[in-house]
């Protein structure tokens, strides 16, 4: 690939700090958007002027209002309430998978990029029947066994998301073993856990971070798709999946029930897709500014 | 290229193998006993052990496997549980209806995709190329389901253009009538845009920023043929992967979309398998279904065989 | 003799804009070309010569870059003529060839397609035509089997033959002038000895104005008319090859010829005269001459004046001391860095001895027929058969305590493994390599850690060889953690001593890799394989990646340390010249094997291994007063390593093979008296006679 011009007269690197990385605008809106959204998760039970299964028989499909400012539900629970609670869930739900898949996968993935040979054959074939299943199919597979509830969905979105985890840090790994400073640390008689854990690992993270933020997202669409069909969190819990799948007999009726959670998971995504562009932005560059390249 | 395509089917062959184990010993652990289920709630306790006999469910594990697997290379794929007919045909019929609409969203995700991400790479920077970045980044920020609703709401409710759900009879001698079928289509397709227009963007960037587009420009080759012949060609090579992989996501959303718009096709169907626990219904479908996503991975594998001279002609013995 | 002008170019300058402002990479650049001659712009990394080539084919247009000067072709103004204009004279007036012909194809276009591009585009022919003209242009470039050439795709040819495709694409419409921004550089010296000679012999029978840009100076003298000389942007001389080349003016010049390493060399001992400093940093302005801070004969006036051009007996010169200096030779570098005292080499360092060290790898070719195999767990699996590739093949060295022997090859010839499994970083498919008294193959633990401290290894790609997130004091302070047990004060004094060594400040050891120049990384590097204390150090490719005038930095570097401290090395290069200069003992590599062995001297002169005898006479050297010396070139491409080799490995590319004793029964080894030792059929007394080539040629006429 032809670098610009600039870089084939390959300029001497000039001394430390000349050149001052601005934080591209993405990263900024995005972090904007996702702390404002955790603070107000996080603090959710206190500031939510009513409990999310607060019901009220009369006060049944009002519209926004100055008491309710998205309006109540057909069982008269305050929507703004279950929504904010409900981000708790999905950020729950988006995060807990994606943890988890990072916890099994990032080290497979390494181990397999490093050693090769009989053990990377024998995780790829695996991870390649899994992949083999569209992701919704294989989290149904494994809710379809059990009873369904919030915290069986997290574990399966994470099983369904290794893969991907271990494909990635498989690649980025396998290209670092590469990197003669790899093998200048085989040549003065490093440890493998060292290689793999010191001089590896320090340089594989950003893309894998990447990688993790936009898992991020899609766990928490799956997630919401999940419990959309009645296979992740079961009522009454305002997990924001479950709210639209509730609200859609009276969509036309009170169109608020759904709109608000819908919304919300709009925001939610956005910003997170945001924040991880934003990564791979600043990440990237200065990856290959590092390499002298 | 022969041998790329031979060991392809092997390896596809070895994965569904794989594939439908993992699947039959998922759902043995399902709970509840499947001959209660046939039976009733009010059977005794010798009726269920009679039809528990009949259906071999004290065989050891790998027996029943064998019958379950050997019935489905036959083409038999057992009885539903619920509905009492074989499920065979329940499949066909449901998967029909899905197979329509998705070829439908897929053409145009492919299509769009490809022409939004060439325009914009070609436009790269300007309003154009923001503005379809904005668009596609709203499709894949937000759920499915949302945005079905909310197009239900505005075309089928407010304007009252377009039906809200099912399929309708037979119409425009078509097997299913368009008008159902528009609105789901765009969900999905909407959904699933961003991926390949993004990557066909930075592919075609990467393309025009390489050596061999600079010789042809070099060559003083004009700008549209150097586009069209030198960087498309390559930079939709990996399009071809990104659109296998789409294959996966677009079955996800038939999953949800048909739950929005209430379409009888083969993702409701496995919904209502797995809500009714009726095992025979959700092993199949998640056969048929996983492996027609593995089919479309092996068509994508081949198409990119075929269309990389690197891999289809090899090198010769110098 | 009055030649056409083609190409007028003056006061042409090129400013691109970067976040830290704008970046002057050509500054009032003038030259001219007219037909039928050679201009070569010589300059290293950072002269701006790509950028001028780049400005002359257009294809600045879409950069964030600003153009102003003259460009005049022909006559006409082509700086500022439309796109469209642009784009007309290019491929048919002027052609171009860019360095790196494997990316220069499109790989998913046949051959034939991309070179009847431009005839179509500009002539008009129709495909048929076009097609006829194509294969007619690969026959011109000395490609064989043209017609079914052009069906076949990019990545089925090798480098040279995709240059050769290049340049026949670039030549195809007939230009008046053909631009090749370092054309050879990624290419082995034989097959760029070949592609010389086809421009060459081109260029006179179209009578081509030709600009040839490279580094390398060997080059320029085997193929330029009039040299243009480059710094920083700058023009800095401009003349006739001879004037230029055996008569330096300016300081620059005169510092880049003087830190050539030379194959003739008669002094080993002798160092290499650098040049010290650093590039300047474009992006700030310099007033007064720009090569003022590294120039040992600069004075106040140079750093504050700005220098024009001066004429001066025939060339142009950017230097007012011109006449002054024009005389006075390169000033000469002493030894740098502080001698280590008790450095711990122990009495009983080892002596690497490597006996049949063989490396076969089971290599998959694509179209090679299929295989039936067991997979994982026994289950048969089909896949691609495979064939061995005997990367190195029963080769046998010794290396004297404290010597240095010097390993060359071009690529494939196994160097680079070899030079690997001596450090055990390649374990060996047969053989022994003797350490302590045992096979170093099957130590472990305790005695493989031993080794390790033993036999270290200095990398070719500075920027590669250096973990991007450690400090380079780290970096180096962990090889000394691991082999001794010092404390962290302890170890951090060593790292520093380490860095004085090789001539790094010590404030380096916070410092990043990204922070250091191309030199000084490589300079982290050696310090970093001397931190173990060892005995042995493998240097591959040293000096590769760096420019002429930091190579020569690093060479002095390494020969300094090995007087001081008694390291022997195996110093791997492609490169002649630089293993001439710091060799003992010479070994020379084709295709696994080792075809020739001796002191340097010897292997430099009479009697020759044929290979070595065609390199030497395709290494490019720089002798502005010779004229074209019969050159002797090899047929075809290097050889398919996949081919077992039946018999003399150098078989099917020797220019004086027997017939069929060489390809059917392995050469014997033919000694001399002084320990020189080739693997020859041919005896000793028919390859003593042959004539000499290489520089030299005229000197050593003892």
Known sequence: ?293 | MITYVAQRLLAIAFILFVMSVLIFGITQVLPGNVAYMIAGQFATPDVVAAIENKLGLHDPIFVQYWRWASGVLRGDLGQSLIMERPVGPLIQEAMARSAILAGVAFICVAVLGIVLGVVAAVRKDSATDNAISVFTYLGISVPEFFWGIVLILVFARYLNWLPSGGIGDPAFGLPVDPRYLILPAITLTFALIAHVSRLTRSSMLEAMRSNYVRFARAKGLAESLVVRRHALRNALLPTITVLAIDVGFLIGGIVVVETVFSYPGLGRLLLFAIERHDLPLIQASILIIATIYCTANLIADILYAYFNPKIRYGRPAH | MSRTLLLDIGDLTVDYATPNGPLRAVNNVSLQVSQGETLALVGESGSGKSTIAAAIVDLLRNEPASITGRMLFNGRDIATASAQERRALNGKHIGIVFQDPFTSLNPSLTIGRQVTEPLIQHLGLSSGEAMQRAVGSLGDVGLPDPSSLVRAYPHQLSGGMQQRVLIATALVCNPALLVLDEPTTALDVTVEAQILDLLDRLRRQRQLGMIYITHNLGVVSRIADRVCVLYAGHVVETGGKSAVLGEPVHPYTKGLLASLPQLAVTDRAARLSAIAGQFPDLTKPVQGCVFAARCPFAEQRCRSERQEIVEAGGRLLRCWKASTVADSPWPGTKPSGSSREGWAISAAAHEPRAERLTKIYSVAAPGGGLEWARGWGGLPWLRLRRRPLRAVDDVSLTIGRGEVLGLVGESGSGKTTLGRMMVRLIEPTRGRLAFAGEDAATLTAGNLQRFRKMNQLVFQNPDSSLNPRRSIGDAIARAVEIHSGLSAKARRERVEELLDMVGLPRRYYARYPHQLSGGEKQRAGIARALATEPSFIVCDEPVSALDVSVQATILNLLKDLRDQLGIAYLFISHDLSVVAHVADRIAIMYAGRICEEGPASAVLQPPHHPYTEALLSAVPFVEPAAGHQARITLNSDPASMLRPAQGCVFANRCHRNLGAICSERAPPSRETADGHRILCHIPLADLETTARVGPGAHANTA
């Open chain 1, 1 to 293: 690939m032809a670098a610009p011009l600039i870089d084939q007269d390959g300029l001497e690197a000039p001394l430390a700090g000349v050149t001052r990385p601005r934080l591209p605008r993405k990263l900024v809106v995005g972090g904007v958007i996702i702390g404002i959204l955790v603070v107000l998760a996080a603090l959710a039970p206190w500031i939510a002027p009513y409990r999310f299964d607060e019901m009220s028989l009369l006060k049944r499909l009002k519209p926004p209002s100055a008491a309710h400012w998205f309006g109540t539900d057909e069982f008269g629970r305050d929507v703004l309430s279950r929504t904010l609670l409900g981000a708790r869930l999905s950020l729950l739900m988006g995060i807990g998978a994606t943890l988890l898949s990072l916890v099994i996968g990032v080290p497979l993935g390494l181990l397999a990029g490093y050693r090769r040979g009989r053990f990377d054959e024998v995780l790829m074939r695996t991870m390649d029947v899994l992949l083999s299943f569209p992701p919704i199919m294989l989290g149904l597979l494994i809710l379809a066994v059990t009873q369904p509830a919030l915290w069986k969905a997290i574990i399966a979105i994470g099983i369904v998301y290794v893969p991907p985890i271990v494909r990635i840090t498989r690649s980025v790994t396998l290209d670092l073993v590469n990197e003669e400073f790899i093998q200048a640390a085989h040549v003065r008689g490093d440890s493998t856990r060292y290689i793999l854990f010191s001089e590896i690992l320090p340089n594989a993270w950003p893309p894998i971070a990447v990688e993790a933020s936009l898992r991020i997202t899609f766990a928490i669409l799956l997630g919401a798709a999940l419990s959309f069909v009645g296979m992740g969190a079961q009522p009454p819990s305002s997990d924001w999946g479950l709210m639209v799948s509730e609200a859609r007999p009276f969509v036309d009726s009170a169109p608020w029930i759904a709109l608000a959670p819908g919304l919300a998971m709009c925001l939610t995504v956005i910003g997170i897709n945001l924040l991880g562009d934003g990564l791979r932005e600043t990440l990237d560059p200065r990856m290959r500014s590092q390499r002298g390249a």
